[in-house]
């Protein structure tokens, strides 16, 4: 059975960092392209960042609003994906997603975890 389960999100000041962590199982990771989605209330679901590895070679991406603040990382070795994020914004505010697309394609969603930035 499949399943991504994040965490780390909370509520931070404007111009704060958290570190988002999704935690994978039931598909092979290393193989498996993983990404960041987000959805902040009224708005549809964007692309924050994804990466991909093969090998040794890691390719990463970003959606324009979060190049320079977030960066995205992985660790096979313990089916991880990580998102750290910098210089957060109260338009940062919204519900996060850890997304997997496995070797056939098959997508999968976590459940997100909240991100809230206020002061």
């Known amino acids: 059975q499949v399943q991504l389960v994040e965490s780390g999100g909370a509520v931070v000041q404007p111009g704060g960092s958290l570190r988002l962590s999704c935690v994978a199982s039931g598909f092979t990771f290393s193989s498996a392209a993983m990404s960041w989605y987000r959805q902040a209330p009224g708005k549809e679901r964007e692309l924050v960042a994804n990466i991909v590895s093969a090998g040794t070679v890691t390719v990463s991406n970003y959606g324009d609003s979060m190049k320079g603040r977030f960066t995205i990382s992985r660790d096979n070795a313990v089916n991880t994906v990580y998102l750290q994020m910098s210089n957060l914004e109260p338009e940062d505010t919204a519900m996060y997603y850890c997304?997997?697309?496995?070797?056939?394609?098959?997508?999968?969603w976590g459940k997100g975890t909240l991100v809230t930035v206020s002061s």
């Open positions: 997304r997997a697309r496995d070797e056939s394609t098959q997508i999968y």
